[in-house]
């Protein structure tokens, strides 16, 4: 059982990570409080132009076919790979988790929710 919690935190922490890096907006709410007003001294930083050109190339429809493969692939090994050895299968759960991520904001605008 511990584990098991010790996968679950580490693979938890390391989605929230990358959700964050993908879509800050959403998990930060934009800078704004949950009234909806404009936080005082929340501008512009520096790195939130280099920050939004990732975001913007990580969810462009290149990033979208290639999560789509990337997920057949990995499941496919995963499925039929035989005997795999324990990095090789931790690899492609990696890719899974990775490539539905960048799939995410469209699974979550199929589903009504963004």
Do not use: H
């Amino acid at each position: 059982m511990n584990k098991f919690f010790n996968t679950f935190a580490k693979y938890a922490l390391l989605s929230l990570a990358c959700l964050l890096c993908v879509m800050p907006d959403v998990v930060l709410a934009a800078g704004t409080p949950l009234a909806g007003t404009p936080v005082p001294g929340a501008g512009e930083m520096p790195w939130n132009g280099p920050l939004e050109k990732i975001r913007d190339a990580l969810t462009g429809g290149a990033a979208k076919a290639i999560a789509v493969i990337a997920m057949a692939v990995a499941g496919g090994m995963l499925a039929f790979g035989g005997e795999l050895s324990e990095f090789a299968k931790r690899i492609c759960m990696v890719v899974i988790a990775a490539s539905t991520m960048v799939f995410a904001l469209k699974i979550m605008q199929v589903a009504g929710l963004a």
